[in-house]
């Protein structure tokens, strides 16, 4: 992603799990730069401060300080429960207790600062969500036990 010098935000990649927005198409990459506001008109005439990619999912705070993501949600990394199967291409994060200072986005997690505290959700199999630094097994014997989809 990068910010033009017409102040729109451009977006082009691999948009295999529609991390940029819908596809077009049986497009599956976006190999030339594609305003930010024609792959998610939900966004349009919101004000961007920053974006970051994951592995197959983007977060976008927006000036307000809303966060929203799209793309892969399989471990919760936009907070959305992960085994929905109908999922919006563009979604608010839901449960944060105030309003986005920043955001970023791990391979299969996202990280939300609110009023200098961190907030977390998606994969917690090596502690990236709960902080312990440590492969996590959840609390239980499932692999679906590491996932965390709502902010911590």
Do not use: I
């Amino acid at each position: 992603a990068g910010l033009g010098e017409d102040g729109e935000w451009y977006l082009w990649g691999c948009n295999e799990q529609e991390q940029l927005g819908p596809k077009l198409g049986d497009r599956a990459q976006e190999k030339e730069p594609r305003k930010l506001s024609e792959l998610m008109p939900s966004l349009k005439g919101a004000t961007v401060r920053s974006l970051d990619g994951g592995y197959g999912h983007t977060v976008a705070l927006l000036q307000d300080g809303r966060v929203f993501t799209m793309g892969n949600h399989s471990e919760g990394q936009r907070s959305l429960e992960p085994d929905l199967d109908d999922v919006p291409a563009v979604s608010e994060v839901p449960d944060l207790p105030g309003l986005a200072e920043s955001v970023a986005a791990g391979s299969h997690h996202t990280l939300v600062v609110v009023r200098g505290e961190v907030f977390a959700f998606g994969s917690d199999e090596y502690g990236q969500v709960s902080g312990r630094g440590e492969q996590s097994d959840g609390g239980g014997d499932d692999e679906e036990d590491r996932r965390r989809w709502r902010p911590q």
